[in-house]
């Protein structure tokens, strides 16, 4: 059974309304819980590509990633769970897991199950909540992995259209 239904939630993913590249967030992480996604990409045979500025590299040890100079460029991992899912990882706070998604690539219910998929599997590994805000509004999510549920959730009212 679906987490959610694309007709229920559909509004949360109109790039007009939400902004096309939403927050997506796993608060209250550390260097450990950036390696645990690290390892669950490897372990799930995700397509990645681990990247500084312009240059493409093997995926590092997180502990290598939080241990560059402050000054250097931030990395990426682009992951596809899918061939037509991205995910954009930035390491930008080691105590916050941040990433991407285009709203674009996430239209209809088999996308949405792939992106909830995605969201449940990372939101299990590390027993945290993984959130999702509207582009530019930190802080009002609209759904997420709820850890006890073991599912992702509305955390929103849907917008009326």
Request: glycine share 8%; aromatic share 8%.
């Amino acid at each position: 059974m679906a987490d959610l239904l694309w007709d229920d939630v559909s509004c949360f993913f109109d790039p007009g309304l939400m902004g096309a590249l939403p927050d997506i967030r796993v608060p209250d992480a550390s260097v450990e819980a950036w390696q645990a996604v690290l390892d669950l990409v490897q372990a799930k045979g995700w397509k990645c590509r681990y990247s500084e500025g312009e240059t493409v590299l093997p995926v590092p040890r997180a502990e290598a990633v939080w241990s560059r100079p402050a000054d250097a460029e931030c990395p990426e991992l682009r992951v596809w769970p899918t061939a037509d899912v991205l995910a954009i990882f930035r390491f930008l706070d080691g105590g916050e897991i941040d990433f991407d998604v285009d709203l674009r690539e996430l239209q209809g219910q088999e996308r949405l199950d792939v992106f909830c998929g995605f969201l449940r599997e990372i939101g299990r590994c590390l027993g945290k909540p993984v959130l999702m805000d509207p582009e530019s509004d930190r802080g009002h999510p609209v759904l997420g992995f709820d850890v006890e549920a073991d599912r992702v959730v509305l955390l929103a009212e849907p917008l009326v259209r």
